[in-house]
C-alpha cells in the first residue's frame, strides 16, 4: 500500500495543491483581518479567538485532503450505499437534535464546534450521481429506469436541506446535480425536460414554500435601500466595502465595515472585506485561484476515461463553482443571502474540511488518470 502512494505521488497535479494551499493560506489571514475587531466587540475574547477556531479548522481539513489524496477514489464507489445511507440519516438526525441558530437547525454541536450535515450532503450527493450514472450507461436514455430513479433520491436531499431550512445549500446540491445530469450522457429531450421540471418546482417552492425571513432575504437582495436598516443593512455596508476599496484597497486590517457595520464580517460576507482591504487585486486573485480550481477540475472529468471518476471530478469542479457563484451573488445583491461560506476562505469548519477533502479526491482521480494514460503512452511505445 505504501508503494503504491509514493508512486502516485509522481502523478499528482501538484499546480492544484499549490493554489489550494494558497488559498487556503489567504483565507487564513483574511479571516483573522476580518474577525478580530467582531472577536473583542461581540465574542468579548481576543482578537485571535476565531483564528483559533479556524486554524483547528484548518488541520482537520488538511488532514481530510490528505485522505482524499491517498485513498483510491474508486473506494467511494464501492461505499456509495453506505454513504447515501448514512448522510441522509444525519440529514434527518439534525433536524430532530441539531442546533438551532438565525431561524435555522442545520448543526450539531459537539464541544463548541459546529458540524454541518448539508456539506457532507454535497459531496455526499456527487458520489451517489457519479456511481449510479456510470453504472447505468447501458441504458442511460431509458427516463424510467435510467434517469428517474437517481433523481428521486436528489430530490430527497434537496427537501431535507431545505427544510432545515437551508436554501443556500439545497441549491448547491441542485446546482450540482444539474451539471452532473447534463454529463451524464442521457438524451438532451431528458434533460430538456428536467429543466423545465425543476425551473417549476423551484418556482412553486418560491411562491408558496418561502418562510417570511426567507422571503424578506430576497427583498434585502433587490431592494436593500427600502429596509436599509433592517434585512438591507448587511448588504448596504457590503456595497459600501466594495466600492470604497477601489484597485488596491485601503490596506491589509484597515477595513472600517468590519468594525461593527457588517455583522460577521468573516463568514459568507469576506469578499466584502477583501475588496475593502485589497481592492480589485485582492479580489482578481481570490477569483483566478477559484477560478483555477474548476478549470483543472473540468479538464481532470475531459481526461478521465473512468466514467465514474470523470462524473466524480466535474461534480467536485462544480460543487466549487457553484458555491462561489451563490456567495458572490449574496455578497453583491445578485441572489439573496444564505449563508453559504466562499471555499477554502471564509471561516467555517464542516465547509473547510469537506472543501479540502474534494479537492483532494479531485488530486487522486487526476493522479490515477495521468497514471493510465502514462502506461497507455509506454505500451502504445
Avoid at 436598516?229 to 466595502?241: P, R
Avoid at 466514467?307 to 460543487?319: D, W, Y
Avoid at 451573488?329 to 449563508?339: D, E, H, I, N
Amino acid at each position: 500500500m505504501g508503494s503504491k502512494i509514493k508512486e502516485l505521488f509522481r502523478y499528482y497535479d501538484y499546480s492544484l495543491i499549490v493554489v489550494t494551499l494558497l488559498l487556503l493560506a489567504f483565507g487564513l489571514v483574511m479571516v483573522y483581518s476580518a474577525s478580530s475587531i467582531w472577536s473583542v466587540m461581540v465574542l468579548h475574547g481576543s482578537s485571535v479567538s476565531i483564528l483559533k477556531k479556524q486554524l483547528i479548522w484548518c488541520v482537520l481539513a488538511l488532514i481530510a485532503g490528505t485522505f482524499g489524496m491517498i485513498v483510491p477514489y474508486k473506494l467511494f464507489k464501492a461505499f456509495t450505499k453506505w454513504i447515501t445511507i448514512l448522510t441522509l440519516a444525519l440529514l434527518v438526525l439534525v433536524m430532530l437534535i441539531g442546533k438551532s441558530s438565525n431561524g435555522a437547525t442545520s448543526w450539531f454541536s459537539i464541544g463548541g464546534f459546529n458540524i454541518q450535515p448539508a456539506e457532507i450532503a454535497k459531496l455526499s450527493v456527487i458520489i451517489y450521481l457519479a456511481s449510479v450514472f456510470s453504472n447505468k450507461q447501458a441504458f442511460i436514455s431509458d427516463f424510467k429506469s435510467g434517469v428517474l430513479p437517481p433523481l428521486v433520491t436528489v430530490a430527497i436531499f434537496f427537501i431535507l436541506i431545505e427544510q432545515q431550512p437551508d436554501l443556500g445549500s439545497a441549491m448547491i446540491v441542485a446546482g450540482i446535480s444539474a451539471v452532473l445530469v447534463i454529463c451524464s450522457g442521457m438524451r438532451l429531450k431528458h434533460i430538456v425536460f428536467l429543466f423545465g421540471l425543476g425551473g417549476g418546482t423551484i418556482a412553486f417552492l418560491f411562491h408558496f414554500m418561502l418562510k417570511g425571513y426567507q422571503l424578506k432575504r430576497f427583498a434585502a437582495a433587490y431592494h436593500p435601500f427600502t429596509i436599509a436598516n433592517a434585512e438591507g443593512w448587511q448588504l448596504i455596508n457590503s456595497y459600501v466595502a466594495i466600492a470604497s476599496g477601489g484597485l488596491t484597497g485601503k490596506g491589509l486590517g484597515n477595513s472600517i465595515e468590519k468594525a461593527g457595520f457588517l455583522p460577521e464580517p468573516h463568514t459568507d460576507f469576506i469578499i466584502a472585506i477583501i475588496a475593502e482591504e485589497l481592492g480589485t487585486f485582492g479580489v482578481t486573485f481570490v477569483m483566478l485561484c477559484l477560478a483555477y480550481i474548476v478549470i483543472r477540475g473540468i479538464l481532470v472529468g475531459i481526461r478521465c476515461q473512468d466514467v465514474f471518476g470523470s462524473l466524480l471530478a466535474i461534480g467536485i469542479a462544480s460543487f466549487v463553482g457553484v458555491q462561489t457563484i451563490v456567495n458572490l451573488g449574496a455578497a453583491t445583491g445578485l441572489l439573496p443571502v444564505t449563508g453559504v461560506t466562499l471555499p477554502l476562505v471564509s471561516y467555517g469548519g464542516s465547509s473547510l474540511i469537506m472543501t479540502l477533502f474534494m479537492i483532494g479526491i479531485l488530486i487522486n482521480v487526476s493522479a490515477f488518470t495521468n497514471k493510465k494514460l502514462k502506461q497507455a503512452e509506454q505500451e502504445a511505445a
